[in-house]
C-alpha cells in the first residue's frame, strides 16, 4: 500500500532532450513529491503536488498528480549537464508526517 | 537561505563501535526526521521527533538506535553498536508543514 513504483530505474539521453518519468501507487494519497539527489548529497525538494489533477512548473520542469491520485510525473525539457542525478518521487504519509521514497531514476546526460 | 547542516560529512568506525552523528534543523521548524539510505537503495525513513519524543520509528530502528535533541539545537542519532550492514548515508531532515529539507548527510563506513 505505501510502495511506490518509480520508473524507469535509469535514463541515457543526449543533452537537450527532454526527459519524462514517472511514479504509481497501489493506494490513494493527497501529495506527492519530487526531489533531486545529487551524487554525495541529501535529497532536495524540486516540486510539491497537493491535489489531484495539479500541474505545477519549476523552471524546465513540471509535474503533475494524476486525477486517479496514484500517480505522477515528472518532465524536464531540454535537459543540461547538470540535471544529471537520481530523481525520487515521495509521498507523505499523513500524521507521521514521514516520507515515504520511490526508487529512484538515475538520470545521465552525454553532452 | 536556512538550511540544515550535518556533521561529520564522513564517519569510519570498527563493528561493534557507539557512532553519534549530529544534525542542526532549521530553528523555527518543528519536526525533525533521520533517514538512509544504503548505497545505491532508495531512500528510508528512521525516525521522527517531535515535541521532543519520538513520534514514529520504522522497524530499522531497533534498541540500538537513538535520538534525542539535548540542547534545542542538535538533533542527534546514536547508533550503540555498529554492525556492517550499518554502512549507509545517514540524512537528518526538518519539515513545518509539509516540505522536509534534507542535510548533506553523514556517510557511515562501519569496517
Known amino acids: 500500500g505505501q510502495q511506490l513504483n518509480q520508473s524507469p530505474q535509469s535514463m541515457f539521453i543526449q543533452e537537450g532532450e527532454d526527459v519524462s518519468m514517472n511514479c504509481t501507487s497501489s493506494s490513494i494519497f493527497n501529495t506527492w513529491l519530487w526531489y533531486k539527489q545529487d551524487p554525495g548529497e541529501g535529497p532536495v525538494l524540486l516540486i510539491a503536488l497537493y491535489k489531484a489533477g495539479e500541474l505545477t512548473s519549476n523552471g524546465r520542469l513540471t509535474a503533475q498528480f494524476g486525477i486517479t491520485r496514484k500517480d505522477s510525473f515528472l518532465n524536464i525539457s531540454a535537459s543540461i549537464p547538470s540535471d544529471v542525478g537520481i530523481y525520487f518521487c515521495?509521498?507523505?504519509?499523513?500524521?507521521?508526517?514521514?516520507?515515504?521514497f520511490g526508487q529512484g531514476t538515475r538520470l545521465t546526460i552525454n553532452p | 537561505e536556512p538550511e540544515v547542516t550535518q556533521t561529520p560529512s564522513h564517519q569510519v568506525t570498527q563493528m561493534g563501535q557507539e557512532v553519534i552523528l549530529r544534525c542542526v534543523p532549521i530553528?523555527?521548524?518543528?519536526?525533525f526526521y533521520w533517514y538512509r539510505q544504503i548505497l545505491g537503495q532508495k531512500v528510508e525513513f528512521l525516525v521522527s521527533?517531535?515535541?521532543?519524543?519520538?513520534?514514529?520509528k520504522s522497524e530499522i530502528f531497533d534498541d540500538q538506535f537513538s535520538v534525542e535533541r539535548p540542547d534545542g539545537s542538535n538533533f542527534t542519532l546514536k547508533i550503540r553498536s555498529t554492525k556492517l550492514e550499518d554502512s549507509a548515508m545517514y540524512f537528518c531532515a526538518a519539515t513545518q508543514r509539509n516540505e522536509q529539507f534534507f542535510g548533506p548527510g553523514t556517510r557511515l563506513t562501519v569496517l
Open positions: 521527533f517531535y515535541n521532543n519524543e519520538i513520534s514514529e
Open positions: 515521495a509521498r507523505i504519509i499523513q500524521g507521521a508526517q514521514k516520507l515515504v
Open positions: 530553528s523555527n521548524h518543528l519536526y
